[in-house]
């Protein structure tokens, strides 16, 4: 099967998503809640209860961005506690921020990538994502990254915006998605460059199926897809053996 030619903000992917990200953190919450109708909170605690860690276990957030998937985490399923990775010093900022507004201890974050994370092997009891892999480097890289720091039996959890498979609504979705959604980001975040590339992104991204492929030839096992969000929303779930 043959990957999708990913989309490059920038020049480098990399360093393109790190720059974009850096330029609309302060508005990121903001412009989420406006594009989603307030759901992408209930898309993150969906996933996190689709994880579902053990009791007592420590979850990993990877591209925490402000920390939102990480709090749902703490809300939603017995993990102890969550350490939330970024390599956006921005996002983290703000993340911190956060936390201390609700003297939340329980969340750790620290700089990191996806890529090349720095933890050992088999640590934790889920590592879960919420609009993270459509903008990696090397998507294959990043789901042998996720399943190595996975605990036996624990879990690794893909949250992602995806294409609505029913015809008309599809078409609506497309609508809103190019044309709408680069305006609303132009005019709340000053960036309409970025909220172009997200719709350019989840254009190019793998569709489910091919996801759940790459999860499996990952290493994971019984991999789920959940559709919610009448389809724009897919949610990956897959243990780790």
Not at 79 to 107: P, S
Not at 140 to 149: H, I
Request: glycine share 10%.
């Amino acid at each position: 099967m043959a990957l999708r030619e990913g989309v490059t903000p920038g020049g480098d992917k990399a360093s393109g998503v790190r720059a974009m990200f850096s330029r609309i953190a302060p508005r990121y919450d903001v412009m989420n809640a406006l594009m989603t109708g307030g759901r992408d909170q209930t898309w993150r605690r969906e996933a996190a209860r689709l994880a579902a860690p053990a009791p007592g276990s420590v979850a990993l957030d990877l591209a925490t961005g402000t920390g939102d998937l990480a709090l749902a985490f703490l809300a939603e399923t017995p993990a102890r506690a969550v350490v939330g990775v970024d390599f956006v010093e921005g996002m983290l900022r703000l993340g911190q921020a956060k936390l201390r507004a609700r003297a939340e201890l329980r969340v750790h974050l620290a700089a990191g990538d996806a890529l090349a994370l720095p933890f050992p092997d088999r640590v934790f009891g889920c590592v879960a994502s919420a609009f993270l892999l459509r903008n990696l480097a090397d998507l294959p890289a990043g789901l042998a990254e996720m399943r190595r720091v996975t605990a036996p039996g624990g879990s690794v959890v893909a949250l992602e915006i995806t294409q609505p498979t029913a015809p008309a609504w599809r078409h609506v979705f497309r609508f809103y998605f190019h044309r709408v959604v680069p305006a609303l980001g132009a005019l709340v975040s000053g960036d309409r460059d970025a909220y172009t590339y997200l719709p350019q992104s989840v254009d190019r991204f793998v569709p489910p199926g091919d996801l759940a492929r790459l999860m499996t030839d990952a290493g994971l096992r019984d991999v789920r897809v959940r559709r919610v969000g009448l389809g724009t929303v897919t949610i990956h779930v897959g243990r780790a053996p």
